[in-house]
């Protein structure tokens, strides 16, 4: 009987612990892309000059965050601004495809709004940090320049613009989109 009590306890310990290690480590294989996702960083691995209607470093520090629909309508979510550029709710922009290990953001009409904010993600890793769901991948951007974004599931805080970073680490700002 005491056999039976230890081999019990000592299962329910390994089981316990394995619980709660995935909690700790990793996000595990039910992350949905559906929901807001915050976009907190954005580091740069090549950054291309020049562009329409700008840099894209200067386009990215607009977005907040993502919004993914379950009907695989997607939204590019702008921070607040005195200056908006368009709506993004206005049209039917973009949409996505896949799932939280291989997806792509599409941009209907390259053309409108006059950026491509699509987005081809490799290198996409999830994992919960301190309780949240974080996603960080790689991706070109629609002038040419290439960046790793990290990313948060949670609601969007149009006040907070992404941190961005230069492609040797310095912090970037562009502003060109600031009220003159």
Do not use: H
């Not at 009987?1 to 700790?24: E, P, Q, R």
């Not at 974080?134 to 040419?144: E, I, R, V, Y």
């Amino acid at each position: 009987m005491k056999k039976l009590i230890v081999l019990s306890a000592l299962i329910f310990g390994l089981v316990f612990y394995s619980c709660s290690s995935d909690d700790d480590n990793g996000a595990g294989d039910t992350v949905s892309l559906v929901g807001e996702w915050r976009l907190t960083n954005v580091d740069f691995i090549s950054m291309t000059e020049g562009g329409r209607p700008a840099s894209d470093a200067c386009v990215v520090e607009l977005v907040t965050g993502y919004e993914f629909r379950a009907d695989s309508k997607f939204y590019f979510i702008l921070g607040d601004s005195d200056r908006p550029l368009f709506d993004p709710y206005a049209q039917d922009y973009w949409t996505w495809e896949g799932d939280a290990e291989d997806f792509e953001i599409v941009q209907t009409n390259p053309m409108s709004p006059p950026y491509n904010f699509g987005l081809n993600p490799t290198n996409i890793k999830t994992q919960k940090v301190d309780g949240n769901v974080t996603m960080t991948f790689q991706s070109k951007m629609g002038n040419g320049s290439e960046a790793n974004f990290t990313l948060v599931k949670g609601a969007i805080d149009k006040s907070k613009t992404p941190v961005l970073t230069d492609a040797n680490g310095a912090p970037f700002y562009c502003g060109f989109f600031d009220p003159k």
